[in-house]
T-cell receptor, first 111, second 114 residues
Framework: SQQGEEDPQALSIQEGENATMNCSYK?????LQWYRQNSGRGLVHLIL?????REKHSGRLRVTLDTSKKSSSLLITASRAADTASYFCATDAGTASKLTFGTGTRLQVTL | DAGVIQSPRHEVTEMGQEVTLRCKPI?????LFWYRQTMMRGLELLIYFNNNVPIDDSGMPEDRFSAKMPNASFSTLKIQPSEPRDSAVYFC????????????FGPGTRLTVT
């Protein structure tokens, strides 16, 4: 079963606006990762945040993690049409390599 | 680095036929994952291997599905016999073993069973 639930399921914004996606999970984690999937392609890793971190930045991406609420958010600033994709959060726990992926948010950025 | 390689990219077969999907992980990675993605069920982990050994196959739908990893550079996912409900995109991914490592996904195999 999927541990992560993304919210919203779909998001449509105009180029230049910011996009915020949220992820909630159920159990304690070691790390949380965000991935992007362009239509018809495999997932691509974006960023990883560890359970002892609260915020992380990478270029136009900002990720926050609130372990007390078991939630994370991904902010994409100054969005571009090329950001159009589905975004997934993924969590891992214990010592295993296994990731549990969420249901994804479909982002549409229009010109 | 060529990334994770999957073949074939597309497969169309008739119900009852055997289907074999192939994956070559990134050299040096010692974890390999097989996923299935559909609109209805999203992305599902079918099975994963560490150092060529199956660790968790709880996601394998039923006995019709089997996966092998005979060496560190090759894995197969076999469906026999195939059914229309097996139609999906199947992804292979690889990573270093342990927590905190990103997974690298292949381009996927789009399987259509008629």
């Amino acid at each position: 079963s999927q541990q992560g639930e993304e919210d919203p399921q779909a998001l449509s914004i105009q180029e230049g606006e910011n996009a915020t996606m949220n992820c909630s999970y159920k159990t304690s984690i070691n790390n949380l990762q965000w991935y992007r999937q362009n239509s018809g392609r495999g997932l691509v890793h974006l960023i990883l945040i560890r359970s002892n971190e609260r915020e992380k930045h990478s270029g136009r991406l900002r990720v926050t993690l609130d372990t007390s609420k078991k939630s994370s958010s991904l902010l994409i600033t100054a969005s571009r049409a090329a950001d159009t994709a589905s975004y997934f959060c993924a969590t891992d726990a214990g010592t295993a390599s296994k990731l549990t992926f969420g249901t994804g948010t479909r982002l549409q950025v229009t010109l | 680095d060529a990334g994770v390689i999957q073949s074939p990219r597309h497969e169309v077969t008739e119900m009852g036929q055997e289907v074999t999907l192939r994956c070559k992980p990134i050299s040096g990675h010692n974890s390999l994952f097989w996923y299935r993605q559909t609109m209805m069920r999203g992305l599902e982990l079918l099975i994963y291997f560490n150092n060529n050994v199956p660790i968790d196959d709880s996601g394998m739908p039923e006995d019709r599905f089997s996966a092998k990893m005979p060496n560190a550079s090759f894995s197969t996912l076999k469906i026999q016999p195939s059914e229309p409900r097996d139609s999906a995109v199947y992804f292979c991914a690889s990573s270093l073993a342990g927590t905190g490592y990103e997974q690298y996904f292949g381009p996927g195999t789009r399987l259509t069973v008629t």
